[in-house]
């Protein structure tokens, strides 16, 4: 048996980065898995490389609908769900100056009313003793130039963490948030220019106290504690930055 035999768990944004690695994670210790995300090329990867223990479902957190259905199909796969890991999000520079409306608004959408209704829409298949596991970030409690929408939205996020802990203690679930320092997922490669890309990561290697990015697995590893092992723990952010926030 697996250390997560027995436990079902549902991953959004699990088709790539540290959602994918929560989800291998997890297969790869017995557990079954919903993941989710815009992409259906990108889905369908990562159910391939998951195994018969992992199902892909198609949707964006923004759209209320769209986890309507997620839920739905959460329910007919796996019954109830011991781990949910609220991980989707989009990132992106945001300068003070030039930052649209519609910019703003993609990101709060997604960032935040989309970890927002996941929970919501999710919630009824949660069991007790279950764990929510929200990704926020380091940036929100440092400043980093060119970041202070997302910035917004994680720290909102940090909020969230607490007061959905509150709402759903009485039911014995736990809600907690994960919070990854830079971590090279590949994000920085779609949303920056070549050079902007290098640049912001020689920048944060060299503020780090480790003086390396982190890995996607180590993300999963402390996200897997956080739901599964972490029984005494609720409203917590848990750090993993390398000591950025900390040092």
């Given at each position: 048996?697996?250390?997560?035999t ?24 017995g ?20 195994g018969p ?21 959460v ?19 945001t300068?003070?100056e ?28 949660l ?21 202070s ?99």
């Amino acid at each position: 048996m697996g250390e997560y035999t027995e436990k079902n768990a549902v991953i959004t944004g699990g088709g790539s980065g540290i959602g994918f690695a929560v989800a291998k994670l997890l297969v790869d210790g017995g557990a079954r898995v919903v993941i989710t995300g815009r992409s259906g090329a990108t889905l369908d990867a990562a159910r391939e490389r998951l195994g018969p223990n992992a199902v892909a479902v198609p949707g964006n957190v923004a759209s209320l609908s769209d986890l309507d259905a997620l839920a739905g199909r959460v329910k007919d796969e796996l019954g109830s769900v011991e781990g949910l890991f609220v991980n989707a999000g989009i990132a992106g520079p945001t300068p003070f100056e030039s930052t649209t409306e519609e910019m703003y608004d993609e990101l709060f959408a997604i960032n935040v009313k989309g970890a927002y209704f996941t929970v919501q829409k999710l919630a009824p298949l949660l069991s007790p003793g279950a764990g929510v596991v929200l990704t926020t970030s380091a940036a929100n409690v440092i400043g980093l130039l060119e970041t202070s929408v997302y910035a917004a939205g994680k720290a909102a996020l940090r909020s969230m963490a607490r007061s959905l802990s509150r709402e759903l203690l009485p039911r014995g679930i736990r809600v907690n948030a994960i919070s990854p320092g830079p971590v090279d997922t590949g994000a920085l490669d779609r949303t920056m220019t070549a050079e902007a890309a290098e640049q912001f990561k020689a920048d944060r290697v060299a503020d780090n106290p480790m003086h390396r990015f982190g890995t996607p697995g180590e993300v999963a590893r402390a996200a897997a504690f956080l739901a599964f092992d972490a029984t005494y723990t609720t409203g917590a952010e848990f750090p993993v930055d390398g000591g950025v926030t900390q040092l």
